[in-house]
């Protein structure tokens, strides 16, 4: 068993910055690939970075790459996404999880998740 906690999230104008941190706690951090992934209300939960065990690879959707960073401390068992240029369409509930199968990309093969932190991004 793995438990996140998300934080960092908050209220911007567009083209600001946020910092939004996946504590976890439990099993050995360490040994998992993360993703953070969002929700608009109305629409299906979606994939946005996940980064490898190590931190040697990672993932972005299209929509923000080159926009937003992930990273991890291991030693602090914790994940962190920056999210620079934030635009209206980057308002969303966010949350991190654990990929145990498959694909980096669906929340389907991922578990363990975290309650969510809201961003709201004004225009």
């Not at 998300?6 to 209220?11: A, D, K, N, T, V």
């Not at 629409?43 to 490898?52: P, S």
């Not at 401390?73 to 969303?92: I, W």
């Amino acid at each position: 068993q793995v438990q996140l906690v998300e934080s960092g999230g908050g209220l911007v104008q567009a083209g600001g910055s946020l910092r939004l941190s996946c504590a976890a706690s439990g099993r050995t951090f360490s040994n998992y690939h993360v993703g953070w992934f969002r929700q608009a209300p109305g629409n299906e939960r979606e994939f946005v970075a996940a980064i490898t065990w190590s931190g040697g690879r990672t993932y972005y959707a299209d929509s923000v790459k080159g926009r937003f960073t992930i990273s991890r401390d291991n030693a602090k068992n914790t994940v962190y996404l920056q999210m620079n240029s934030l635009e209206p369409e980057d308002t969303a509930v966010y949350y991190c999880a654990v990929r145990t199968a498959g694909s980096y990309y669906s929340p389907y093969d991922y578990r363990y998740w975290g309650q969510g932190t809201q961003v709201t991004v004004s225009s």
